[in-house]
Nanobody, 111 residues
């Protein structure tokens, strides 16, 4: 079983940046696709970004050009660099992979 722990959330002004981290630990025997999701109050959880073997990445249209997903396989880490943040990016951000979910980290974009 694999445990995922997110960090890096917080309060940021519109236009600012944050970098989320997801640390994986446990029974890790291979590199698998990893994902970032988010859930805003009153809304369904949505897929934000995914990273696949070879480093291929995909993004939701709402974050393309602003967010970048990356991974450090040697450290079992996945990151989400978020730039040009908007109030509508406010949500709890979750990491997913290895059939597991993290507990989430709150991102609030507000002036």
């Amino acid at each position: 079983q694999v445990q995922l722990v997110e960090s890096g959330g917080g309060l940021v002004q519109p236009g600012g940046s944050l970098r989320l981290s997801c640390a994986a630990s446990g029974s890790i025997f291979s590199i698998v696709p990893m994902y970032w999701h988010r859930q805003a109050p009153g809304k369904e959880r949505e897929l934000v970004a995914g990273i696949y073997s070879g480093g291929t990445a995909t993004y939701a249209d709402s974050v393309k050009g602003r967010f970048t997903i990356s991974r450090d396989a040697a450290k079992n880490m996945v990151y989400l660099q978020m730039n040009s943040l908007k109030p509508e990016d406010t949500a709890v951000y979750y990491c997913r992979g290895y059939a597991s979910w993290g507990q989430g980290t709150q991102v609030t974009v507000s002036s």
